[in-house]
């Protein structure tokens, strides 16, 4: 079994930055690609950005393009986000998540982590 734990999460001033990690367990972590995905209260959960199995690849949502890098380290079965040039409208619980099939965006994720708290302020 796989287990994801977030941490980095906090509250920040628009226009600040903020780094997620994602730590997972497991022998099969590097052979998956892993995705960020955020959900706000009162609205639905929605892609952020996802990263190859092999860190050759990566995708953004539109709303992140040019701000927020995902990365990862194999080595130490960590995935990455950072977060620059914060808005107020990114303010969410930010979970990372195993990709199974599909999609990055709409497809299968087998694993989640218990979510972190990102909230910025205007």
């Known amino acids: 079994q796989v287990q994801l734990v977030e941490s980095g999460g906090g509250l920040v001033q628009a226009g600040g930055s903020l780094r997620l990690s994602c730590a997972a367990s497991?022998?099969?972590?590097?052979?998956?690609?892993v995705g960020w995905f955020r959900q706000a209260p009162g609205k639905e959960r929605e892609f952020v950005a996802a990263?190859?199995?092999?860190?050759?690849?990566?995708y953004y949502a539109d709303s992140v393009k040019g701000r927020f890098t995902i990365s990862r380290d194999n080595a130490k079965n960590t995935v990455y986000l950072q977060m620059n040039s914060l808005k107020p409208e990114d303010t969410a619980v930010y979970y990372c998540a195993r990709h199974y099939s599909g999609s990055y965006r709409w497809g299968s994720y087998d694993y989640w982590g218990q979510g972190t708290q990102v909230t910025v302020s205007s």
């Open positions: 990263i190859s199995w092999s860190g050759g690849s990566t």
């Open positions: 497991g022998r099969t972590f590097s052979n998956y690609a």
